[in-house]
């Protein structure tokens, strides 16, 4: 029982950081925009969040404050995510290049400048660049009071997690909220359908794909400067992120595009690949742990497919550009 709490608990730590590169894929996919650059935004978001965090504390000494390092996290990081959907959304929306081209380019792009900045941070401090162990502190701190996380059994479970947790439940709900009961969500929706449809009906097409993939691309980010503070202890690794932003959009297609499913399906995902460190078997290689959670999006894919389900498929127009003159 102990190991299986100890699983879920640092399943839910990794897949928080998965759940918002979901949630922010899923955002950007719901307006018909396949970003396969998930990859290269976490990087970068990863990188400018560590190093808004670190310059403020250079900065402000010992006056240094936990929560106003946390917002300037976020915000570097969700700015990062966006300037990188930017450049995405005015190549694929405006002059309507390649989707899939497009997005491994900004994978490969944003990998680099967010290694460049961490590597420029770790040359610049003469060694590795890590935030002190008070603001560590500030990151990975448990929010909710004491009593609840020595609950038995759903304590630790559900009440030990950081700020970071709480956060992504919370925009999970709302973004469910907004695409399913919203008329701007249901507008969105129809845009990912039918672009040629919502336009007839008066839609301004640009504004909700430019709208939904550069935001989509911000909350992304803050999954890999999630992942800097928490997983990896408030230390730049310029390999650490590698494959993160693949596992978060195989995990939109396990979600079948639905906001709500990315909670449970993020901690299954963040099980799985932390799972060789909690449940070893020693005839069963580490590679193939870390296979599963694709192996698991497939047979999803397949059973989803055969099934004919139009409310489980991705968006009708997802991966295809617009062409208005074409209506």
């Known amino acids: 029982m102990n190991t299986l709490i100890t699983l879920i608990t640092a399943g839910i730590t990794f897949g928080t950081v998965l759940m918002y590169g979901t949630l922010g894929e899923i955002l950007t996919e719901k307006s018909g925009n396949l970003n396969l650059g998930v990859e290269g935004i976490m990087y970068m978001g990863g990188a400018f969040g560590l190093a808004g965090a670190f310059y403020y504390e250079k900065a402000a000494g010992a006056s240094v404050i936990g929560p106003v390092a946390i917002i300037i996290a976020l915000l570097c ?30 994978s490969i792009f944003g990998t680099g400048v967010g290694q460049f900045v961490g590597e420029l941070m770790r040359v610049k401090e003469g060694g590795y660049v890590a935030l002190s162990n008070g603001l560590k502190n500030a990151f990975a701190a448990s929010v909710l009071p004491d009593f ?78 999630v992942y800097i503070v928490t997983t990896a202890g408030c230390v730049w690794n310029h390999e650490g992120l590698s494959g993160v932003g693949w596992l978060a959009v195989a995990l939109v297609i396990f979600c079948v595009w639905r906001p709500l499913n990315a909670i449970w399906g993020s901690v299954i995902f963040g099980s799985m ?46 991966g295809l550009n617009y062409f208005r003159e074409e209506r």
């Open 148 to 225: 609840l996380v020595k609950i038995p059994i759903i304590g630790p479970i559900l009440f030990s997690h950081t700020i970071f947790f709480y956060m992504a439940l919370i925009l999970a709900v709302a973004m469910w909220y907004y695409l399913s009961q919203t008329r701007s969500g249901m507008y969105l929706t129809a845009v990912g359908e039918s672009p040629s449809t919502s336009d007839a009906a008066g839609i301004n097409i640009t504004r909700y794909k430019y709208l939904a993939t550069i935001i989509g691309g911000g909350i992304s980010a803050i999954g890999g400067m």
């Open 273 to 318: 690949m932390i799972m060789y460190l909690r449940v070893a078997i020693p005839f069963i290689p580490t590679q193939l742990y870390k296979i599963l959670p694709y192996v698991v999006t497939v047979i999803v894919l397949v059973i989803t497919s055969m099934r004919n389900s139009r409310d489980k498929q991705p968006p009708a127009s997802l």
């Open 77 to 106: 990081a969700f700015l990062a995510g966006c300037a990188a959907s930017a450049i995405y959304s005015f190549l694929t929306i405006t002059l309507r290049t390649n989707q899939n081209v497009t997005g491994l380019a900004l």
